[in-house]
């Protein structure tokens, strides 16, 4: 039995449970700090995880390779499986910096000493491209292997060791510190804390390394084997330990014997429950299939007699007359009526037969009724149309006549006032002049009233 | 960077496997190694000798050539040759700015010396060795030499 004491010590520990406040009051020191970040937390889960990533440029040099690499995809260079490859003009393959650093040395290919400039280096092969790329590579981050081309990738968006911003970056904290990924799910943890076995006071995100190795008290002796153990991992260990003392197999069927883990299986062959305990899990197990499929019998039957219920009124309704519906087809369910129906089923089918045809007619007649919508609808608007096109046109005429009006009251402001531009608010159209002046801004009525309208 | 990794590379190969005649003495960290070769045929000259080469790497190894010489201690002399002068200074193309590749290494050097040891026939040092080694102040790499000898 685990000792009740053990739970609140937990949350630092196993990094893929939930964590909630409740867990992590005893680290915090209690102060305005504690409150604002677990009210911080809530609210910290909303940023989408895409956004805390980080580009990791990975270095292909520095990775390790899955067992040996094809000598022939190695640059004789810097030796390691070739980096965006090139080929020379004599038929030799080097990394793109490699080879522009060795020409930047000497204007000779490393290899047959052939005069070689920058300009005779090419992009390598596709093929080429294509086998560096599935070339598999540890991740630097969380060693599992993947493509090489793929790494990037999953450093960026994937790895649970990479890592990424502290979530805490989206709240008023503004953290900029980073975590890494697996950590990220549960808010800002760059917060000192105090360590519950050395009292050690850390930043919350460090705690879980420094509980597994730098702390000083980190191992204790288990109370019941005596072995070595760190003691932020005690509860998995109870729950293999093997001098825990456990309660026989059968003990919710009423056996009262309890004896250490290991000497359990000794008390399996004489335990008085053995016939009964294999029996009772059988009967368990078949008693929970029935109540199972009882429950789902159970749905189906009120689902049935909700539609029972539907159909019958859809019944009822049919009956009363209407005069959209055809009389032969109401007529159905009538003549279903006079068949003797001992069976419910041929009943319910009949009524959902006429049920069907019922809707097969609403629905013909529906769209009947869309297409003389439309057809009055288009009736309708085709007249306001011509308006609104004639109505435009009477509209350009009458801006055509304002340009012109405005033009001549601007030549009859300049004549009075000698050529002052601008026209004054004041001017009286002259009845004479506007009859002479005529066929002159008649011509002139698509290109110069336009430059007035502008200086206006 | 380049260097480190590049020398990374070639100790662990050197680590796992290392032609005949060749062992690694020190190497530790990645600016000077020692390593011993030795003669692997009967050659007079050389016979039951070892000797001691020190590599001394630059950061823009392997553009640039390492800095190459034998060494002299109680038990590993200066080897005797026409291109090797007797404070360990070593005459070969292969370790100038000239003759240099990148595609060369540490294990590749260390072939070549000995088989310009294996070849030679004269039991003498190169002309002028001892103003030479009196007057030079230079590194190795500075030293303009004449590779008009072809034939060891």
Same mark, same amino acid.
Request: charged content about 25%; aromatic content about 6%; glycine content about 4%.
């Given at each position: ?10 949350? !630092? ?10 867990? #992590? ?7 305005? !700090? ?18 805390? @990533?980080?580009r990791h440029p990975v270095d292909l040099r520095a990775i390790t390779y899955d067992g040996a690499v094809d000598e022939n995809l190695v640059c004789p260079i810097c030796r390691c499986p070739l980096v965006d490859p090139v080929l020379t003009e004599c038929d030799h393959i080097f990394c793109r910096a490699c080879i522009t650093d060795a020409l930047s040395n000497t204007k000779l290919c490393p290899i047959d000493r052939s005069p070689l400039d920058s300009d005779g280096v090419s992009r ?30 999953? =450093? ?27 950590? !990220? ?7 000192? =804390? ?15 390394? %420094? ?61 008085? +429950?053995?016939?009964? /305990? ?41 009956? $009363? ?15 279903? @009526? ?24 609403? !629905? ?43 033009? +001549? ?6 004549? $009075? ?24 801004? #008649? ?14 | 960077? +380049?260097?480190?990794? #590049? ?21 530790? /960290? ?21 000797? #001691? ?29 026409? %291109? ?35 070849? @030679?026939?004269?039991?003498? $040092? ?9 007057? @030079? ?16």
């Amino acid at each position: 039995m685990p000792p009740a004491g053990h739970r609140p010590l937990d949350p !630092s520990l196993p990094p893929s449970t939930e964590v909630d406040n409740d867990d #992590r009051a005893p680290y915090t020191p209690g102060s305005s !700090s504690s409150l604002s970040s677990s009210s911080l937390y809530k609210h910290l889960r909303t940023p989408s995880t895409s956004s805390l @990533n980080i580009r990791h440029p990975v270095d292909l040099r520095a990775i390790t390779y899955d067992g040996a690499v094809d000598e022939n995809l190695v640059c004789p260079i810097c030796r390691c499986p070739l980096v965006d490859p090139v080929l020379t003009e004599c038929d030799h393959i080097f990394c793109r910096a490699c080879i522009t650093d060795a020409l930047s040395n000497t204007k000779l290919c490393p290899i047959d000493r052939s005069p070689l400039d920058s300009d005779g280096v090419s992009r390598a092969p596709k093929m080429v491209h294509n086998q560096l790329d599935s070339l598999k590579a540890k991740c630097p981050c969380c060693a599992s292997s993947f493509a090489r081309s793929m790494l990037e990738n999953h =450093v960026e968006k994937y790895c649970p060791e990479a890592n990424v911003k502290c979530p805490g970056i989206y709240s008023e904290k503004y953290c900029k510190e980073v975590v890494k990924r697996r950590m !990220s799910g549960r808010g800002c943890l760059h917060y000192p =804390v105090e360590c519950p076995d050395c009292k050690e006071t850390l930043l919350l995100v460090e705690m879980e390394e %420094h509980r597994e190795a730098s702390c000083n008290e980190k191992l204790k002796a288990c109370e019941h084997c005596g072995v070595n153990i760190l003691r932020c991992k005690e509860s998995e260990h109870h729950e293999e330990c093997p001098d825990v003392i456990r309660p026989c197999n059968w003990a919710e069927y009423g056996c009262q014997h309890e004896a250490k883990r290991t000497d359990l299986h000794l008390h399996a062959d004489e335990c008085s +429950f053995k016939l009964v /305990g294999p029996m009772a899990d059988t009967l368990k197990k078949e008693i929970k299939l029935l109540r199972s499929d009882m429950r789902s019998l159970a749905e189906t039957n009120h689902l049935q007699e909700r539609r029972i219920k539907f159909l019958e009124s859809a019944q009822r309704a049919s009956d $009363r007359p209407m005069e959209l519906m055809d009389l032969s087809l109401a007529n159905l369910p009538e003549s279903a @009526n006079t068949e003797p129906l001992d069976s419910g089923h041929e009943y319910l089918l009949s009524l959902l037969e006429s049920q069907q045809s019922r809707l097969s007619q609403l !629905s013909n007649e529906l769209t009947d009724f869309q297409g003389k919508n439309t057809m009055m609808l288009l009736n309708e608007t085709i007249p306001i149309k011509n308006e609104l096109s004639e109505l435009r046109s009477t509209q350009q005429v009458t801006c055509m006549h304002v340009r012109w009006l405005m033009r +001549f009251r601007m030549q009859e402001n300049q004549r $009075r006032f000698g050529g002052s531009p601008g026209p004054g608010p004041s001017g009286s159209p002259d009845g004479g002049g506007s009859s002479s002046d005529l066929p002159f801004s #008649r011509r002139l009525s698509d290109s110069a009233p336009r430059d007035i309208i502008t200086k206006l | 960077m +380049f260097a480190t990794k #590049r020398l990374g590379k070639e100790l662990s190969k050197i680590h796992g496997s290392l032609p005949p005649g060749i062992t690694l003495v020190t190497a530790e /960290g990645f600016q000077e190694w020692l390593l011993d070769i030795r003669v692997l045929d009967e050659n007079p000259i050389y016979l039951n000798q070892t000797y #001691r080469l020190k590599f001394k790497f630059s950061q823009s190894y392997p553009i640039e050539p390492p800095e190459v010489t034998f060494v002299n201690t109680t038990d590993r002399p200066i080897p005797i040759h026409p %291109h090797i002068y007797s404070n360990g200074i070593i005459c070969l193309d292969l370790l100038g700015t000239q003759g240099w590749s990148p595609v060369q290494n540490v294990e590749s050097i260390c072939m070549s010396l000995q088989s310009m040891l294996t070849g @030679n026939t004269k039991n003498e $040092r190169p002309e002028g060795d001892a103003h030479f080694v009196a007057s @030079n102040r230079r590194r190795p790499r500075d030293i303009d030499f004449y590779y008009h000898d072809n034939t060891v």
